[in-house]
Nanobody
């Protein structure tokens, strides 16, 4: 069974940067989508970036973070990263890494949008961006 543990959240000012890490323990024996999701205060959880674990080249980003955030997967360290640059106050929220190890292969766009299909979640880490 795969387990996920995030770290790296914190408080920064507008324009600052943070890097989130998600250590992946366990192995499903197959490839799957894993990604970063966030839940702003008072809003629903949304997908912001996903990556296919085989090769790491299939990625998809939400329009709100495209060009500012970068998702990457280090298979040697079994760690998923999210580099967040040019942060804005609207990026504030609880950030989670999550994996969908059960659903058949879908497009990366579908993987980003189908939040309800993700069966494995980390505990979350808070990101606060002040104006």
């Amino acid at each position: 069974q795969v387990q996920l543990a995030e770290s790296g959240g914190g408080s920064v000012q507008t324009g600052g940067s943070l890097r989130l890490s998600c250590v992946i323990s366990g192995n499903t024996g197959r490839s799957y989508y894993i990604g970063w999701f966030r839940q702003p205060p008072g809003k629903e959880r949304e997908g912001i970036a996903v990556i296919w674990t085989a090769g790491g080249t299939t990625q998809y980003y939400a329009d709100s973070v495209k060009g500012r955030f970068t998702i990457s997967l280090d298979t040697n360290k079994n760690t998923l990263y999210l580099q967040m640059d040019s942060l804005k106050p609207e990026d504030t929220g609880a950030y989670y890494c999550a994996a969908d190890t059960l659903t058949p292969v879908k497009t990366a766009k579908q993987a980003l949008e189908a939040v309800q299909l993700y069966n494995l979640w980390g505990q979350g880490t808070q990101v606060t961006v002040s104006a």
